[in-house]
């Protein structure tokens, strides 16, 4: 199995740069649909599912492998080098972005800028730090993935149509970019909000941009502060859109960020 | 082809009624901002949350009334899909009432969009889910619960056979050295009936434990470069004495277009032909067993292959076929008595062609005969990665 087919690689643009986006936790690469095309022009665009998620190859899941972000990190690293992508602009989403910090820790000179989009190297609060949410929280959000991928829900809906060997019947009917295999999904769930990478940030010289929604809930302001503060050569922009996906919710604003960025750090 | 109201139709009766079908849908009903702002609502979403009218149409968000929990799950895969896809289906969450009980919901959303293609509204609607997921649980909390007693089965079955492995390596020892030494024929008798015995019983413990080891998800398949049809062949001729002594003859056909060396298990696939082969003289008592292998789809570094173990035997019921591949579980009840045998053998054979992602299958008529067959994916060298 290349590592193009195990994360489900897909290449487009014009540019010879890289411009890397990876998803964060609950969907898949088409969460970057409204920004991605916006940089084709300038940029060589590369979108992949991480393993377990979108229409990655979930036989290559290793609970081991992935039990740490690390290993998400060690797949971003392997896409570059099987890709042969340096000076790459990395676009990491909520848990992502802690990807790319990893991944441009363990092979600074792949990567040229870093653009976390509503980071967060922890999640859980911790003496003198808030990450916003405790232990318990996250039993909870475990509880909500129970329901959602084991209960009667709509992710279920090719097993009770009774047809697993043509899911299209199935599909438009479902939440097709954020199917996941249950366990998996629990698992990236833990690994995601259980994961501490604050002592992470500071390897990071290349210049950085810190994306920070406002009323975030999973990755608040102080948090984005905390970020800024710990990456020195970061630009922190807080923007006027609200929730946790703003390359969704405010994909202009979003890009409108990015090519500032970009254009001041280039 | 809108159908004319009845003329007498009292118009504001009409609209009251749709207001009484809204405000009292046995659902609630929410329409909220593309960013959660709360708009509209209905009183059924009053009457079950006891949240105030006023209060929901002041700037709360619809996520704010949800737990952590449920928060994190709006905000990482409800909002995306409903930005993604337009809408969201079957959303499961925990709503927080105004005392503080926990209301579990089912939602379902869409985005309305206006003609520039920009979130306007969001509608939602939303079921109680409370009987449904206390049903939910019962039915999780029984499947964890099964499936850790066949967890904890197994792993007791394995425990015991290696328990039970060690005393009796002892004993074949002792028989061994028995058998060696000076003996009455009747004394030689009892010790061939020893050995024999503990023989039977030693491998009917290593299938056992190959049983558990094949259904233990941390079973890791080999990868080496390996020759199947040396493999194929040498199994044949272990099994030659064993068939010419029963008058059986044993053939074996290998296509030219198999590859001669591919990259696989070679011991699982061994021990699954050899499973196969070794049944089909037991139960052949005259006639022939025949070893077939044919290369089918060829892609660029994988072959498919498959393999049928044929033979002219005593067959299988129609009502014992989809049973055969059972532990403990033979074609007849006098079978292990006429035959022998644990019948795990299909069984690991079927657990091990699991784990290659392929099964087994079988084609029987009683008195005529029995084909075993697989197929199975095998790297070709070389052209792989």
């Given at each position: 199995m290349s590592v193009r087919a195990r994360n489900n690689v897909h290449v487009s643009g014009t540019g010879a740069q890289p411009m890397l986006f990876a998803h964060g936790f609950g969907c898949d690469q088409n969460m970057w649909r409204f920004v991605a095309p916006a940089f084709e022009r300038s940029y060589k665009v590369v979108l992949f599912d991480h393993v377990g998620a979108g229409h990655s190859d979930t036989a290559a899941y290793d609970q081991r492998k992935y039990g740490t972000l690390a290993g998400y990190a060690a797949d971003v690293l392997e896409i570059c080098r099987e890709l042969d992508l340096e000076e790459v602009v990395f676009v990491g989403h909520s848990v992502a972005a802690m990807m790319g910090v990893l991944a441009a820790g363990m092979e600074p000179h792949r990567f040229s800028r870093l653009v976390l989009v509503a980071p967060s190297p922890r999640y859980l609060n911790d003496a003198g730090y808030v990450g916003g949410f405790a232990r318990s929280d996250i039993d909870g959000l475990l509880d909500a993935l129970d329901s959602n991928y084991l209960g009667w829900s709509s992710t279920m809906a090719p097993v009770i149509i009774g047809n697993a060997d043509r899911p299209e019947l199935a599909a438009e009917l479902t939440n097709s970019f954020c199917r996941a295999?249950?366990?998996?999904?629990?698992?990236?769930?833990?690994?995601?909000?259980?994961?501490?990478?604050?002592?992470?940030?500071?390897?990071?010289?290349?210049?950085?941009?810190?994306?920070?929604?406002?009323?975030?809930?999973?990755?608040?302001?102080?948090?984005?502060?905390?970020?800024?503060?710990?990456?020195?050569?970061?630009?922190?922009?807080?923007?006027?859109?609200?929730?946790?996906?703003p390359n969704l919710s405010a994909p202009d604003e979003t890009i409108a960020a990015m090519r500032e960025f970009l254009a001041a750090a280039g | 082809m809108a159908h004319e109201p009845p003329a007498r139709l009292d118009h504001a009766l009409l609209d009251e009624t749709v207001e009484d079908l809204y405000e009292h849908a046995p659902c609630g009903y929410l329409s909220t901002l593309p960013d959660g702002t709360i708009a509209r609502v209905n009183q059924t979403w009053l009457d079950w949350t006891g949240q105030a009218r006023a209060g929901l149409l002041s700037g709360t968000k619809f996520q704010t009334l949800l737990t952590v929990g449920s928060r994190i799950y709006y905000e990482t895969h409800y909002a995306p899909l409903l930005q993604m896809q337009g809408f969201a289906r079957e959303i499961a969450f925990d709503v927080v009432c105004a005392d503080g009980r926990i209301l579990p919901v089912v939602a379902n959303a869409v985005q309305k969009r206006s003609e520039e293609g920009s979130a306007v509204i969001n509608r939602i609607t939303l079921f109680d889910s409370t009987d449904r997921k206390r049903y939910e649980r019962e039915l999780l909390l029984a499947r964890r619960r099964a499936e850790q007693t066949v967890k904890e089965k197994a792993d007791l079955l394995s425990m015991l056979s290696h328990d039970i492995r060690n005393p009796l390596n002892a004993v074949m020892g002792v028989v061994q050295l028995l058998d060696r030494s000076e003996l009455t024929d009747r004394q030689r008798r009892h010790v061939q009936l020893l050995k024999s015995s503990s023989d039977n019983m030693l491998q009917l413990l290593n299938r056992v434990l190959e049983l558990s080891k094949a259904e233990s998800s941390s079973y890791a398949l080999g990868r080496t470069a390996f020759s199947l049809r040396a493999v194929i062949e040498d199994i044949v001729a272990t099994f030659g004495p064993t068939a010419e002594a029963k008058g059986l003859r044993l053939r074996c056909t290998i296509s030219e277009r198999v590859p001669p060396i591919v990259v696989g298990d070679a011991i699982v696939l061994r021990q699954i032909v050899t499973n196969l082969v070794g049944n089909a003289i037991k139960f052949t008592p005259a006639g022939e067993v025949a070893v077939m292998v044919q290369a089918g789809e060829i892609a660029a570094d994988a072959i498919t292959l498959h393999v049928a173990v044929s033979d002219t035997g005593i067959g299988i019921a129609p009502d014992r076929l989809d049973r055969i591949f059972n532990e403990f579980t033979q074609a007849s009840d006098d079978t292990a008595a006429t035959f022998g045998g644990s019948g795990l053998g299909l069984a690991i054979s079927r657990k091990l062609l699991a784990l290659h992602g392929s099964e087994i299958h079988v084609a029987s008529t009683p008195g005529q005969g029995s084909t075993f067959s697989f197929a199975v994916r095998l790297l070709v060298p070389g052209t792989a990665e």
């Open positions: 295999d249950p366990a998996i999904a629990a698992h990236f769930a833990r690994v995601t909000f259980l994961s501490d990478n604050r002592a992470d940030l500071t390897r990071i010289s290349i210049p950085t941009l810190i994306l920070q929604c406002a009323e975030d809930v999973i990755a608040p302001g102080s948090v984005g502060e905390y970020v800024h503060r710990q990456i020195p050569a970061s630009r922190l922009v807080n923007m006027k859109a609200t929730g946790h996906c | -």
